[in-house]
């Protein structure tokens, strides 16, 4: 595991509603351009649909790069970027939240662990969630409970324990059951890794990072 801060690629995805009642139609925005959009209808490969164009029922009214709006079972819904709706409702907003870049072009993030207040970097080259074992002490967690491994630190290789976090928050995001690691020395700061940010889309814009929950 490598506590490295790795620059992190612009993503822009669709938004994705997973299940739907029988009949209903379902629709997520995946791109959008002046007369065309690119959408995925119930859950089908992404295509291109230009104005007046229908396909499985729904038909593409109007489009620019801000919004795309469908007539849907004779109801007309109007949709942004990464939204989603079903049987033409609505789909919830999805949670989301906004770092702004130190002057090193590193992200932190103010959250907490299991209810416990943790200031995060967030850390594309970590696999998962990773503290040391005075912060995992602090936070009164059993950690050496947890399948013991060896991680390799700019000290060399440190003893280290597998856990899982209950709780994890970072602005209005939280999540359940979140993989993390407990290294017992060479960590200075907690690090937001991949197991959270797996579950999120993350766009990049110039200092910017905004961290938007999939699921």
């Given at each position: 595991?490598?506590?490295?801060?790795?620059?992190?690629?612009?993503?822009?995805?669709?938004?994705?509603?997973?299940?739907?009642?029988?009949?209903?139609?379902?629709?997520?925005?995946?791109?959008?351009?002046?007369?065309?959009?690119?959408?995925?209808?119930?859950?089908?490969?992404?295509?291109?649909?230009?104005?007046?164009?229908?396909?499985?029922?729904?038909?593409?009214?109007?489009?620019?790069?801000?919004?795309?709006?469908?007539?849907?079972?004779?109801?007309?819904?109007?949709?942004?970027?990464?939204?989603?709706?079903?049987?033409?409702?609505?789909?919830?907003?999805?949670?989301?939240?906004?770092?702004?870049?130190?002057?090193?072009?590193?992200?932190?993030?103010?959250?907490?662990?299991?209810?416990?207040?943790?200031?995060?970097?967030?850390?594309?080259?970590?696999?998962?969630?990773?503290?040391?074992?005075?912060?995992?002490?602090?936070?009164?967690?059993?950690?050496?409970?947890?399948?013991?491994?060896?991680?390799?630190?700019?000290?060399?290789?440190?003893?280290?324990?597998?856990?899982?976090?209950?709780?994890?928050?970072?602005?209005?995001?939280?999540?359940?059951?979140?993989?993390?690691?407990?290294?017992?020395?060479?960590?200075?700061?907690?690090?937001?890794?991949?197991?959270?940010?797996?579950?999120?889309?993350?766009?990049?814009?110039?200092?910017?990072m905004t961290l938007i929950q999939r699921y």
């Amino acid at each position: 595991m490598a506590f490295k801060q790795k620059s992190i690629a612009l993503i822009i995805a669709a938004g994705w509603l997973g299940c739907t009642a029988a009949g209903a139609v379902s629709v997520s925005v995946a791109g959008l351009f002046k007369d065309k959009a690119i959408v995925s209808i119930d859950g089908s490969k992404p295509r291109t649909l230009s104005i007046g164009q229908t396909v499985n029922g729904v038909r593409l009214l109007a489009a620019d790069s801000d919004s795309a709006s469908f007539d849907v079972d004779g109801k007309r819904r109007t949709l942004h970027m990464g939204q989603s709706f079903a049987g033409g409702s609505a789909a919830a907003a999805r949670q989301s939240v906004s770092l702004t870049a130190d002057a090193r072009g590193h992200f932190s993030a103010a959250g907490s662990l299991n209810g416990y207040p943790v200031s995060f970097l967030v850390d594309t080259g970590a696999t998962s969630i990773a503290i040391n074992a005075a912060e995992a002490k602090r936070i009164g967690l059993d950690y050496k409970s947890g399948q013991a491994v060896g991680v390799g630190t700019a000290a060399g290789m440190v003893p280290a324990w597998r856990v899982k976090f209950a709780t994890v928050k970072v602005g209005s995001i939280t999540l359940n059951h979140v993989d993390g690691l407990v290294v017992e020395s060479g960590l200075n700061v907690p690090l937001l890794g991949l197991s959270f940010l797996n579950r999120m889309e993350m766009k990049r814009d110039g200092q910017t990072m905004t961290l938007i929950q999939r699921y």
